[in-house]
C-alpha cells in the first residue's frame, strides 16, 4: 500500500500574498534619513518623497507650531528651498537638546545631509550655500578655580 501526502496550496498562496502587501507597504513609507548637530542639538532627520500639505513635521508638531517665529523656520527649511524642493518632500524631525536656535541649525543640516543622500547631483547647491558644514562650535566648559570658563576671580592687591 502505498500512501500518498496531499498537500495543500491555499497556506502557501495566502503567505506569497501577505508578504507581497507588506513590500508595497514599505515602499510606500521610504525615507531618507540623516542626522544633523549644532551646540547640544541633535536631529534626527526623515524625508519622504511624498508631497502633502504638511511640509515638515518637528517633534509631532509642525514647524510653524514648534518654532514659532518665521526665522526659525526659515532656517530650518532652507536647504529644500535652495533646491527648489519645498513641496517634492514631507520631513518627520525628531530633535533633542539645545536651544530654538541650536535646534534650527541641526535640523537645517539633517535636512541638507538628507537631500544630500537621496540625490548626490545636489552637492554643488547644497556646498555653496554652506548646508553641509558641520558647525562645531559649542559652550566651553567651565574650569575648576575659575568663574566660567575662562574668567578668572578679579586680583586685589590688598
Known amino acids: 500500500m502505498a500512501t500518498t501526502k496531499k498537500v495543500t496550496t491555499k497556506k502557501a498562496t495566502t503567505t506569497k500574498t501577505a508578504v507581497a502587501k507588506k513590500k508595497e507597504a514599505v515602499k510606500d513609507d521610504r525615507y531618507v534619513y540623516a542626522v544633523g548637530r549644532r551646540k547640544t542639538a541633535v536631529a534626527q532627520v526623515r524625508l519622504y518623497a511624498v508631497s502633502q500639505a504638511e511640509t515638515m513635521m ?3 508638531r509642525t514647524v510653524r507650531e514648534y518654532f514659532g517665529t518665521l526665522a526659525l523656520e526659515t532656517v530650518a527649511l532652507s536647504p529644500l528651498k535652495a533646491c527648489g524642493l519645498e513641496e517634492a518632500f514631507k520631513a518627520t524631525v525628531l530633535v533633542r537638546g539645545g536651544g530654538l536656535n541650536g535646534q534650527a541649525d541641526a535640523i537645517k543640516l539633517g535636512v541638507a545631509r538628507a537631500l544630500l543622500k537621496h540625490d ?3 552637492r554643488p547647491t547644497l556646498k555653496a550655500q554652506g548646508f ?3 558647525d ?3 559652550v566651553e566648559r567651565k574650569k ?3 568663574k566660567k570658563a575662562r574668567r578668572a576671580p578679579q586680583w586685589a592687591k590688598r
Open 136 to 138: 562645531a562650535r559649542a
Open 120 to 122: 548626490v547631483l545636489l
Open 132 to 134: 553641509l558644514t558641520r
Open 58 to 60: 518637528v517633534n509631532n
Open 144 to 146: 575648576p578655580g575659575l
